[in-house]
């Protein structure tokens, strides 16, 4: 397994649907599609690298992934 970005720690971010109120917290580099669990909006598009976010950025979040 490679890693392709320059930051080796993984990034999340919160997100707010553009349709609803629901936020949730999604990968910055998500491989597929991510929706909204409460909407089924589009909320993260893969992008072969960052993925393009639609919808409100509330905070972004360092973490290791689990
Ligand atoms: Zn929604």
């Known amino acids: ?3 392709t970005g320059k930051n080796p720690k993984s990034r999340f971010i ?7 109120d629901n936020v949730q917290t999604v990968f910055d580099r998500a491989s597929s599609k991510v929706v909204c669990q409460v909407c089924g909006s589009t ?3 893969p992008r072969g690298g960052k993925a393009e976010i639609h919808g409100e950025i509330l905070e972004r979040v360092d973490k290791d992934i689990e």
């Open 43 to 45: 909320m993260v598009l």
């Open 1 to 3: 397994m490679s890693d």
């Open 14 to 20: 919160r997100v707010k649907c553009r349709d609803c």
